[in-house]
Structure formats: structure tokens, C-alpha cells
């Protein structure tokens, strides 16, 4: 059974950091390109980054400098470090894999998570 599941979401103040996990289990998580996205209220749900299958990483405008995405190969485990947090950041936070090539269209990913939700105050 393919599972996606997040964690590490929660409230933090403006200027503070979280840091994502998302725990991937029944398919070949080296054969994936993973992403995390995310989706505001009353927004679009749109990538934030991703990782490709060799490592190499892509993030939207809004976040670079401040997000980091990495993986875990040998734990299955994708990760989201977000710093400098800002409240436009807040959202729900979810992530999604894709066999063979990298895509930011959400209804294309093989793979999907439930989501956390991550809550920045001012």
C-alpha cells in the first residue's frame, strides 16, 4: 500500500523555522522526483519545491533562499526545512511524488500526501 505521510507542521511566529517530514512507504521512493506543495486559503495549490530522482532541486520564487528541500534515500523520507517564516507562508502543506520526471501540475503526480498544516503568526 503507497503511502505518503506528513508531519512536523504547526504554529510558529513570523521569523521562525519549522521543519517538514514526510514519510513515503510502498513504491520505489529512489525512482520518484518528490515535491512538497502547498495551499493557502482561498489560493491555488502550487509547488513550493522539488527534488529530483539525482538530487537536483527547484523552488518556487516566494520561497527560495529561505525553504530547503532534501531526501533521505535510505529512509524514504523527504524533508522541508523553512526558515525566516513568514505569515504569507501560512498554508497546508502536503507532499507528492512522480515516477520518472519532475512536474509542479498537482493532478500529475503519481502519489499524494493528506497534508500538515503550518500556521505563521505576526
Known amino acids: 500500500q503507497v503511502r505518503l505521510v506528513e508531519s512536523g507542521g504547526g504554529s510558529v511566529q513570523s521569523g521562525g523555522s519549522l521543519r517538514l517530514s514526510c514519510a513515503a512507504s510502498?513504491?520505489?521512493?529512489?525512482?520518484?522526483?518528490v515535491s512538497w506543495f502547498r495551499q493557502a486559503p482561498g489560493q491555488e495549490l502550487k509547488r513550493v519545491a522539488r527534488?529530483?530522482?539525482?538530487?537536483?532541486?527547484d523552488y518556487a520564487d516566494s520561497v527560495k533562499g529561505r525553504f530547503t528541500i532534501s531526501r533521505d534515500n535510505a529512509k524514504n523520507t523527504l524533508y522541508l526545512k523553512m526558515d525566516s517564516l513568514k505569515p504569507e507562508d501560512t498554508a497546508i502543506y502536503y507532499c507528492?511524488?512522480?515516477?520518472?520526471?519532475?512536474?509542479?501540475?498537482?493532478?500529475?503526480?503519481?502519489?499524494r500526501g493528506q497534508g500538515t498544516q503550518v500556521t505563521v503568526s505576526s
Open positions: 527534488i529530483g530522482k539525482y538530487s537536483t532541486t
Open positions: 510502498g513504491f520505489i521512493f529512489t525512482d520518484y522526483c
Open positions: 507528492a511524488a512522480r515516477n520518472l520526471y519532475c512536474t509542479e501540475v498537482w493532478q500529475d503526480q503519481n502519489y
